[in-house]
Nanobody, 132 residues
Framework: QVEVVESGGGSVQAGQSLRLSCAAS????????VGWFRQAPGKGREGVAS???????????DSVKGQFIISQDNQDDTKSTVYLQMNNLKPEDTAMYYC??????????????????????WGQGTQVTVSS
């Protein structure tokens, strides 16, 4: 059974950094996709970044390119910790951040594949609040 657990949220001032962690485990084999999404009050869930377990294939939303960095530490073929390094945070980055995972590649394929519908396993979310 795939499990996803996020940690690392908090409250910071604009311009500061935070690193989110996502412990993902229970995958049936070594290929899987892990993504970060965020949802601000009154808005839909937005894809932020994703990474594929094999080959470190990454993708980013245009809104965070050059600001956020996704990376992974694969403990073994079915378990990984995925990090989202968030730099120069802005008040508009305030949201609940969710980690999601799926054994299929679709979520990491880019374009329309990078959507919440491509991920079947979700964490409980971690709040990030950026004040000006």
């Amino acid at each position: 059974q795939v499990e996803v657990v996020e940690s690392g949220g908090g409250s910071v001032q604009a311009g500061q950094s935070l690193r989110l962690s996502c412990a993902a485990s229970g995958f049936p084999d070594r290929g899987y996709c892990v993504g970060w999404f965020r949802q601000a009050p009154g808005k839909g869930r937005e894809g932020v970044a994703s990474i594929y377990s094999v080959g470190d294939l990454t993708q980013y939303a245009d809104s965070v390119k050059g600001q956020f960095i996704i990376s992974q530490d694969n403990q073994d073929d079915t378990k990984s910790t995925v990090y989202l390094q968030m730099n120069n945070l802005k008040p508009e980055d305030t949201a609940m951040y969710y980690c999601a995972a799926d054994p299929q590649f679709l979520g990491c394929s880019g374009g329309f594949g990078f959507s919440p519908d491509s991920f079947n396993y979700w964490g409980q979310g971690t709040q990030v609040t950026v004040s000006s």
